[in-house]
């Protein structure tokens, strides 16, 4: 009798080893999002197998670290095919529970149409800032976290389905805001997220607003500092607005900083006060090199008195997204690093910091962080 099974196994195994290999394969080509149908990789993924055979789920979860598939069985038909996935958190509570235990969290986006090559990857952004944002595929957002602000782990969530460039966070009591270009979501749980309505201003030329980001005056009142396009000027300005912390809205009663020296042309400014003091960060427009600039002032709207920072971009065309913290006597910066090509098309290599200690405007060699993905222009808080 055993012969028999033995035998009848033998049998089986020699038709599905006959079948599998002499079988015409087909493929299926995987797009991959999370459970809000935002885009996981830049590029679908193509897997190769025989008509009526199993889709490995491990395969599937290897291209995407911290995501599983929300569906359990994947067969191969006899043609091929496209389909898209929904991927959810592997460890929901614990990426959570990392994410609030981290000294340093981070808004940042991963362009999406372009893949990166040798570290550096291409920027499909329409210059002109145009689009709304209704629709994702373009950018999307991404959490990042970190114990020392060097060492960065992606947060596996499910984001918001919009284009997301130049984000800012911040937590205000119970929900976790994240304002960016011409948008702003909340969201409690990161998982559903609320989109609140962006108030554009008359006083910009086309919608021209360009990297909000947050920040806390001397009594605590949250603002937004940003750039745009004055109707007046037809120049780029710093602009800073209040902030309902209880709406989530922008007031949209947006006042120009001033100062005695400060270009004709400034963006993605970043603000903090410490030590008494308003410290602003910003990119000179004005010039072709040395665009860092750092400036200060006793109150948040200026006048501000500015000074070029001597940070060496050697290895790199120029950079941009200002991004300081602060401890001690100590001012970390980060800042978003690019080059440009041959043909003058404008890659970037993700975030590089450096290191000043006092203020004597003397920075150290500039490091690149380390993250999964190729961070782009960030808003970093520290929590602790």
Do not use: C
């Not at 089986?12 to 149908?37: A, C």
């Amino acid at each position: 009798m055993f012969k028999k099974i033995g035998i009848g196994i033998l049998i089986i195994t020699s038709v599905i080893f006959i079948y599998l290999n002499l079988s015409k394969k087909t493929t299926i080509t995987v797009n991959f999002v999370d459970e809000n149908g935002t885009k996981l990789l830049v590029n679908a993924r193509k897997y190769y197998g025989v008509p009526y055979t199993l889709l490995s789920s491990k395969q599937l979860e290897e291209k995407i670290p911290g995501y599983k598939s929300t569906r359990s069985f994947i067969f191969f038909n006899n043609k091929n095919r496209k389909i898209t996935l929904k991927f959810k958190s592997k460890n929901y509570k614990q990426e959570i529970n990392n994410f609030n235990k981290a000294k340093y969290v981070a808004a940042a986006f991963q362009p999406m149409t372009v893949t990166a090559k040798k570290g550096f990857q291409g920027d499909p952004y329409n210059t002109a800032r145009t689009y709304d944002g209704k629709a994702t595929g373009k950018d999307s957002l991404r959490l990042i976290y970190s114990k020392d602000g060097i060492k960065w782990k992606k947060l596996h969530v499910s984001y918001p389905r919009l284009n997301v460039r130049d984000p800012s966070i911040v937590k205000i009591d119970s929900y976790w805001y994240i304002v960016y270009t011409k948008g702003i979501v909340r969201t409690k749980n990161f998982k559903h997220w609320e989109k609140i309505k962006w108030p554009h201003s008359k006083i910009f030329v086309n919608h021209f607003e360009w990297a909000p980001e947050f920040f806390k005056d001397a009594k605590g009142r949250y603002h937004i500092i940003m750039a745009g396009r004055s109707t007046a000027t037809g120049n780029f300005q710093l602009y800073v607005s209040d902030f309902n912390k209880k709406t989530g809205h922008i007031l949209n009663n947006w006042q120009s900083i001033t100062g005695n020296n400060l270009p004709n042309n400034m963006i993605d400014g970043n603000l903090t006060y410490h030590d008494g003091k308003y410290i602003l960060f910003y990119k000179n427009e004005d010039v072709t090199t040395n665009k860092l600039t750092r400036a200060t002032s006793n109150n948040y709207l200026g006048p501000y008195k500015s000074e070029t920072l001597n940070v060496n971009l050697t290895g790199y065309d120029g950079s941009e997204g200002l991004e300081a913290i602060f401890s001690g006597n100590t001012t970390r910066l980060y800042v978003d690093t690019y080059k440009f090509t041959k043909n003058g098309q404008t890659i970037y290599n993700g975030i590089h910091y450096t290191k000043e200690i006092g203020q004597d405007n003397t920075w150290t060699k500039l490091k690149p962080i380390k993250a999964p993905f190729i961070v782009r222009h960030f808003g970093i808080l520290r929590i602790k």
